[in-house]
C-alpha cells in the first residue's frame, strides 16, 4: 500500500456482491466471488527462515499475507505473495517484508513453500531493500520463459520500483531499480513503485508484449505514470516536453476513484486496446460518500494499443470493493481490494487482490 510518511473452476458461483454484468464492452469481467468466499493465503506464525542478514531464524509471515502476484504454468498457478514478519506493534511501513510463493492446481487452494523464494540479502541491493524488505510484486513471463518481476525496495526511506528476473520463480537475479540509468540517476532518490508491464494472450497464456518494438510498463501512485523499455530491466518514464513525468491516468473528484490510482497487476494487449486494471482509493469528501475514506476498490481504464499514453475509456464504477468480512478488517482497516494478480488459466481469468493489508482473496470471470 501507500508509504505516507482446476483446474476449472469448480465450486464458483456468483454470490451477487459486485456487478454481474459488463459497464462497458472491453471491460475484463464480469468477475464473481466463489461460493463461501474466504482467504486463500493467510498468515503463518510458525513458518521460520534463517535470515542471511541478521543471521537469526525468524518468524517470516507472522505478521501478515498479502498484495500477490500470479502466474499460470502448466497445470498450475504460481502466487507469489508480499509476507510480513511481525516486529512489535508497529504501524504499516514498519515491519518486514519477503516474497513467499503458494501453489494450486484448482486457482483456489494453495499450497505454500515453506520458506521465501525473494528476500533482502547480502548483496548489491541491501541498501534499497534493508530494513522494510521487498514488497508488493508483479510478475510476466517472456516467451522464451524468462520471469521478469517488479516489486518495491523498502529501506524506509524512500520506496523503489525494482526489476529481478528468473528462470525458475525460485532462484532470481536482482537488477535493481528501473530507473537508476536513466539520465544519470534523475529518478533515483524519487518514490517509485507498482510496475505493471503490459502482457498479450498468447497459445492461451499471457506473456510480456512488445508494442511498436518496445516493451511497456504502467507504474506508480498517486497518478499513474508509464515508461518503455527494450530489455525488461532499464526502463525510461514518458515526459513531457518539458522533461517532467506525465500522467497517464489521474484521480477524478466526484469518482471512487478521487483520491489516487495505482497501477494493478499487468494490463492486457487486446483487439479493443490495452485493458489496464488499477487500484482506486476514495476520499469521501470529494469522491463516493457511501465508499467510505480510504477504502481501495478496482476500476479498468482502456488506452490505445499503438499509443499506450493515449487514454480511450475507464469505467464510471469500481469492478469490486471491499464487502467480506475479510476484505474490511486487518492492518488497513478501511478496507481493501488491492489487485496485483491476474492469470487465464484453462480459459478462465483468476484476479487475485490483498486484503486490509493481511490476507489475499480471488474472484474468476469467464474468458
Known amino acids: 500500500m501507500k508509504h505516507i510518511l482446476l483446474v476449472g473452476i469448480v465450486g464458483f458461483c456468483s454470490i451477487g456482491l459486485f456487478g454481474q454484468t459488463k459497464e462497458k464492452d472491453w471491460i475484463l469481467g464480469p468477475f464473481s466471488r466463489p461460493e463461501n468466499a474466504r482467504p486463500i493465503l493467510q498468515k503463518d506464525s510458525s513458518s521460520t527462515f ?12 507472522s505478521m501478515a ?16 505473495y508480499r509476507a510480513e514478519e511481525k516486529l512489535g506493534e ?28 525473494f528476500y533482502p540479502d547480502q548483496d548489491d541491493q541491501k541498501t534499497h531493500e534493508w530494513p522494510g524488505g521487498v514488497e508488493d510484486p508483479r510478475i510476466v513471463e517472456t516467451e522464451d520463459g524468462l520471469y ?24 532470481w537475479e536482482k537488477h535493481g531499480p528501473v530507473f537508476q540509468k536513466y539520465k544519470d540517476g534523475s529518478y533515483h532518490d524519487s518514490e517509485t513503485k507498482s510496475g505493471a508491464i503490459v502482457t498479450q494472450i498468447k497459445d492461451g497464456k499471457l506473456v ?3 508494442i511498436n518494438g518496445k516493451y511497456w ?8 505514470w508509464l515508461a518503455s523499455s527494450d530489455n525488461l530491466i532499464d526502463w525510461v518514464p514518458v515526459e513531457t516536453y518539458e522533461g517532467k513525468l506525465a500522467p497517464v491516468l489521474s484521480p477524478r473528484p466526484g469518482y471512487f476513484d478521487s483520491w489516487l490510482v495505482e497501477a494493478g497487476p499487468p494490463p492486457i494487449l487486446t483487439d479493443k486496446g490495452i485493458v489496464v486494471l488499477y487500484n482506486a482509493g476514495n476520499s469521501q469528501n470529494i469522491g463516493v460518500k457511501a465508499l467510505g475514506n480510504r477504502v481501495y476498490t478496482g476500476g479498468q481504464a482502456l488506452f490505445d ?14 469492478f469490486i470493493q471491499p464487502e467480506l468480512p475479510f476484505e474490511k478488517s486487518g492492518q488497513y482497516k478501511d ?13 478462465t481469468w483468476y484476479l487475485y487482490y490483498g486484503t486490509a493489508d493481511s490476507m489475499v482473496g480471488a474472484v474468476t470471470a469467464k474468458q
Open 208 to 210: 510480456a508484449a512488445k
Open 335 to 347: 478496507g481493501t481490494t488491492f489487485l496485483e494478480g491476474l492469470v487465464l488459466f484453462h480459459g
Open 65 to 80: 499475507t498479502f498484495n500477490p502476484a500470479a502466474i499460470a504454468e502448466g497445470d498450475s498457478i504460481y502466487v507469489l
Open 217 to 224: 510498463m504502467y507504474y506508480g501512485v498517486p497518478h499513474i
Open 148 to 171: 521478469v518481476l517488479t516489486y518495491t525496495q523498502w529501506n524506509r526511506q524512500v520506496p523503489k520500483l525494482a526489476v529481478a528476473t528468473s528462470q525458475d520463480m525460485v532462484n
Open 50 to 61: 534463517l535470515d542471511p542478514i541478521s543471521q537469526e531464524t525468524v518468524h517470516w509471515e
Open 305 to 318: 494499443s499503438n499509443e499506450p499514453w493515449k487514454l480511450i475509456d475507464r469505467t464510471d464504477m469500481a
Open 90 to 117: 508497529k504501524e504499516i511501513g514498519g515491519h518486514r517484508s519477503r516474497i513467499g510463493m503458494a501453489v494450486s492446481a484448482n486457482g483456489i487452494d494453495f499450497t505454500k513453500r515453506p520458506q521465501p523464494v
